[in-house]
């Protein structure tokens, strides 16, 4: 198998457009291309296979968790204004659309995709692989969490962070498109506020994506399972997400640990 990630020996990227303008256009592009609907249909029971924002799935995928994203967005940037409204609003718009008669049907419960589990369950067959859902970014984040609670266990906890940072260094700039889940934006906020984040950020952005895959075209190819309208899959969404907390000390991951 490939290399799945660029071999971190460039010099430092520094980002060339304010967060906050960043999760502008983010959350504007998001509404442009995957708005909110009049009707939405219930997940297809086998395969996500190319949904396109009207489909159900919970707060992993589809218009709940897209309402729940703006809901976030309202409390953490009241002043922002999207389209002409508020992030409240558009919260309201994503709740609106025709659900018919949502059930909870075996299997597919809460947060649970299999597809995703799968590849959880999978990951000791690829060593390679460094992302939230599964490598060293995730144990970050979830470190990062617990460390208040547990007081007597701090100093293995720092250093369990520190190897974390470092294997995210190294092999954590991800050739799939970049998204909270398995891609750039999920890695480089695992680290601290500062230059190595904003490494891992600024070869997010859309002009650095679309430079990068003019370069190599085989760089940042989705890897959503078609599913563009989820905070953690897609990149419009995940970008908003990344942006609204960039400058926070420990930036919460959206559906991890965001309350
Ligand atoms: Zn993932």
Known sequence: ?????????????????APADLLQSSLEEMLRT???????????????????????GGLL???????????????????????????????RKYMEGDRGMPAVEDGCCGLVAEKLA????????????????????????????????YPALQDQIDRAIEKGYGISWTNGLLKKEPNLCHGLFGNGLAFPKGPRREHFLALATPDAVA???????????????????????GYWPSAAWAWSVYEED?????????I
């Open 1 to 17: 198998m490939d290399q799945p990630f660029i071999p971190n020996t460039m010099p430092a990227q520094t980002l060339t457009a």
């Open 34 to 56: 995957l708005p909110p609907k009049d009707k939405y249909k219930n997940a297809p029971d086998e395969d996500y296979g190319d949904v396109h924002g009207d489909v159900l």
């Open 61 to 91: 995928l589809g218009p709940t968790g897209a309402a729940y994203l703006f809901l976030q967005m309202s409390a953490r940037h009241p002043e922002l204004q999207l389209l002409g409204h508020d992030a409240l609003y558009w919260a």
């Open 118 to 149: 799968f590849e959880a369950a999978s990951a000791d067959s690829d060593p390679g692989r460094v992302q939230f859902c599964h490598g060293a970014p995730g144990f970050t984040h979830a470190l990062q969490s617990l460390r208040p609670y």
């Open 211 to 233: 430079n990068r895959k003019r370069q190599d075209p085989t760089l940042f190819k989705a890897h959503n399972y078609g599913i563009d309208l989820s905070v953690l899959l």
């Open 250 to 258: 420990e930036p919460r991951i959206f559906l991890f640990n965001d």
